[in-house]
């Protein structure tokens, strides 16, 4: 099967602009997760989708980041506006309980670097 | 909310040895626990998750053993080769079938010298 696909996979921005990165899931799979990987850290959850629902938030800086999942299958997650310790990986992950597993599949990651 | 911690940060072992990673956890309520393996500039890849209904699960050189009543887990490397140094990460959290939100620690990065 296709993997997590997730665009661009590099990303250059001065602070205070606006940005936006979109992650395809593995086909069939209901639950997608947006991660924020800093440099040298474990993943940090930024939301969870359950279809085109939101199951946990709870870590997102709402302030400035956004996400959507409108049909339930792409998703998009906004910066705006872009701070300097934004600067980090965001990988997208995505799993389906369809075969009795837990198993986050990630994607390659967009690397955000913020000047 | 869940907390996990990570030992050692680093871990440099000699081609054959073994190798063990420590995690800790703090809620109770978490019953998986997945270890992810992540290469230079690759995206983290699962290589074992264990249960909360198993004590020790094997998969050839990897083991992942848990322990409960001390909120702890541990990932078990043997017979380690130089394509296994990486960052390892542990991770925890309450699961079902919609997903879960996992909670990572900080990793440790291993090294394997030939």
């Known amino acids: 099967e296709a993997g997590v696909a997730q665009s661009p996979r590099y990303k250059i921005i001065e602070k205070r602009q606006s940005v936006a990165f979109w992650c395809n899931p593995i086909?069939?799979?209901?639950?997608l997760y947006w991660y924020q990987q800093i440099l040298g850290q474990g993943p940090k959850l930024l939301i969870q989708?359950?279809?085109?629902?939101?199951?946990?938030d709870s870590q997102l800086p709402k302030d400035r980041f956004s996400a959507e999942r409108l049909k339930g299958v792409d998703s998009t997650l906004k910066i705006q506006p872009a701070k300097l310790e934004d600067s980090a990986v965001y990988l997208c992950?995505?799993?389906?309980?369809?075969?009795?597993?837990?198993?986050?599949?990630f994607g390659p990651g967009t690397r955000l670097t913020v000047t | 909310g869940e907390n996990v911690e990570q030992h050692p940060s680093t871990l440099s072992v000699q081609e054959g040895d073994s190798a063990v990673i420590k995690c800790t956890y703090s809620?109770?309520?978490?019953?998986?626990f997945p270890w992810y393996k992540q290469e230079l500039g690759k995206r983290p890849q699962l290589i074992i998750d264990?249960?909360?209904?198993?004590g020790e699960k094997k998969d050839q050189r990897i083991a992942v053993t848990l322990n409960k009543t001390a909120k702890h887990f541990s990932l078990h490397i043997t017979e380690t080769q130089p394509e296994d140094s990486a960052v390892y990460f542990c991770?925890?959290?309450?699961?079902?079938?919609?997903?879960?939100?996992?909670?990572f620690g900080k990793g440790t990065t291993l090294s394997v010298s030939s």
């Open positions: 991770a925890a959290r309450w699961a079902n079938q919609a997903g879960t939100a996992l909670i």
């Open positions: 989708f359950q279809n085109n629902g939101v199951v946990d």
């Open positions: 809620d109770s309520a978490s019953n998986y």
């Open positions: 086909s069939g799979h209901a639950t």
């Open positions: 264990i249960r909360s209904n198993v």
């Open positions: 992950a995505s799993s389906s309980w369809t075969s009795g597993s837990y198993e986050q599949y």
